[in-house]
Nanobody, 125 residues
Framework: QVQLVESGGGLVQAGGSLRLSCAAS????????MGWFRQVPGKEREFVST????????NYADSVKGRFTISRDNNKNTVYLQMNILKSEDTAVYYC??????????????????WGQGTQVTVSS
């Protein structure tokens, strides 16, 4: 079991940057595959990025590739999402997610069984 709390969201101009953090409870953080998703009202929750338990393997949605970077620090029980060159299309509630279901990273919401409360990112243009 793990509890997730996101932080770092806010208002930013197009072209700017934000760094999201997701703090996890417990001492088993390194056993979870972690991911970031985002959601706009009226739309399905959308995959953003995921990272393996070791942090060696990462994957990104095409829409954020080259602009966003996911990382984790297992000693701090924290996963990060560095968001650069932000666009108005990036405006959404961003959710941190954890998967204890298996050994492979996933781009689907169904692959994750723990979720944070979300943090709002608003990009003005």
């Amino acid at each position: 079991q793990v509890q997730l709390v996101e932080s770092g969201g806010g208002l930013v101009q197009a072209g700017g940057s934000l760094r999201l953090s997701c703090a996890a409870s417990g001492r088993t953080f390194s056993s979870y595959i972690m991911g970031w998703f985002r959601q706009v009202p009226g739309k399905e929750r959308e995959f953003v990025s995921t990272i393996s338990r070791s942090g060696i393997t990462t994957n990104y949605a095409d829409s954020v590739k080259g602009r966003f970077t996911i990382s984790r620090d297992n000693n701090k029980n924290t996963v990060y999402l560095q968001m650069n060159i932000l666009k108005s299309e990036d405006t959404a509630v961003y959710y941190c997610a954890a998967s204890g279901m298996g050994l492979m990273i996933s781009r689907s919401t169904n692959g994750y069984d723990y979720w944070g409360q979300g943090t709002q990112v608003t990009v003005s243009s």
